[in-house]
């Protein structure tokens, strides 16, 4: 089975504070993504990436940005965070580029920004 | 805008009867339906698509119906279980995107 793990279950930041969501998937996956989950919203893509060193903006990238300097890992930074930036985190990842409807999700992170 | 729309945000069924939940969308350039289920503190789960030169899909208890010329597609759990109750997203693809609906929270009760 395909494991998608994302490093913090739950994390409590402070405004201003530089906060780093680390995702590592198990499968030899190309394609890697980074979503937030918010009420009456769905999954809002924040940005995404084909390839090692690759990256694409999503639909809301403002306030992040992306490291993937390896295939296995893909991490969210937020470089200052906001209180508007409080969410649920969904890294997901996908076997090609034409297989981007089968994702794999992780377990996702709740960030608080107090 | 929202371009995928799951206009109710929760539904509850009786254990045994048929669950339908639905979906609209609004670009004609969607070419591609999936269904996801989430249970609280998991990841969303892939659960079934339909491609849209298709109208219907089946995967044991669960069928996925697409009417393009309504842009609505809707997923029909027979018979509803209480380990069916989850949030469900509904999903559409148009070239490289995968755009997600506000999910419907499903309550299958005993």
């Known amino acids: 089975d395909v494991k998608v793990t994302q490093s913090s279950r739950y994390l409590v930041k402070r405004t201003g504070e530089k906060v780093f969501l680390e995702c590592v998937q198990d499968m030899d996956h190309e394609n890697m993504f980074w979503y937030r989950q918010d009420p009456g919203l769905g999954l809002r893509l924040i940005y995404f990436s084909y390839d090692v060193k690759m990256k694409e903006k999503g639909d809301i990238p403002e306030g992040y940005s992306v490291s993937r300097e390896k295939k296995e890992r893909f991490s969210l930074i937020l470089e200052s965070a906001s209180t508007n930036q409080t969410s649920m985190y969904l890294c997901?990842?996908?076997?090609?580029?034409?297989?981007?409807?089968?994702?794999?999700f992780g377990s996702g992170t709740q960030l608080s920004v107090l | 805008d929202q371009q995928v729309k799951q206009n109710s945000p929760s539904l509850s069924v009786q254990e045994g009867r048929i669950s339908i939940l639905n979906c609209d969308y609004t670009?004609?350039?969607?070419?591609?339906f999936l269904w996801y289920k989430k249970y609280p503190a998991e990841g969303p789960t892939f659960l079934i698509s339909i491609s849209s030169i298709k109208d219907k899909n089946e995967d044991g208890r669960f069928t996925v119906f697409l009417n393009k010329s309504a842009k609505h597609l809707s997923l029909h759990i027979v018979p509803s279980q209480p380990g069916d109750s989850a949030v469900y997203f509904c999903?559409?693809?148009?070239?490289?995107?995968?755009?997600f609906g506000p999910g419907t929270s499903l309550s299958v009760i005993p």
């Open positions: 997901a990842s996908s076997l090609r580029p034409e297989t981007k409807e089968k994702l794999f």
């Open positions: 670009n004609s350039m969607f070419d591609y």
């Open positions: 999903a559409a693809i148009s070239y490289d995107k995968v755009i």
